[in-house]
Nanobody, 122 residues
């Protein structure tokens, strides 16, 4: 069992930056690919970014490429999402996810965090 706790959300002005963190419990953190998803009101949850077990491979949704960066620190059992040049349409609840497998090709999420709210004012 892995527990994921997000932090770092909040209110930011358009074109501002935020860094989300996701702390994971357990000793097996480095065996999971990790990801971030988001869900805006009235919309389905959507993929944002993914990183493999080592941090060496990443994947991004087209909407955030060039603005967001995902990274991880296996020594700290933490994954990060650096969000720059934020837009009002980035506003959502952001969820941390641990995938079932360790590679960037993993597609099934095994564990979810509880979410952290990001609000972007125009």
């Amino acid at each position: 069992q892995v527990q994921l706790v997000e932090s770092g959300g909040g209110l930011v002005q358009s074109e501002g930056s935020l860094r989300l963190s996701c702390a994971a419990s357990g000793r097996t953190f480095s065996t999971y690919a990790m990801g971030w998803f988001r869900q805006a009101p009235g919309k389905e949850r959507e993929f944002v970014a993914k990183v493999n077990w080592s941090g060496g491979s990443t994947e991004y949704a087209d909407a955030v490429k060039g603005r967001f960066s995902i990274s991880r620190d296996n020594a700290k059992n933490t994954v990060y999402l650096q969000m720059n040049s934020l837009k009002p349409e980035d506003a959502a609840v952001y969820y941390c996810a641990a995938y079932r497998r360790s590679t960037i090709y993993s597609s099934q999420v095994a564990y979810w965090g509880q979410g952290t709210q990001v609000t972007v004012s125009s």
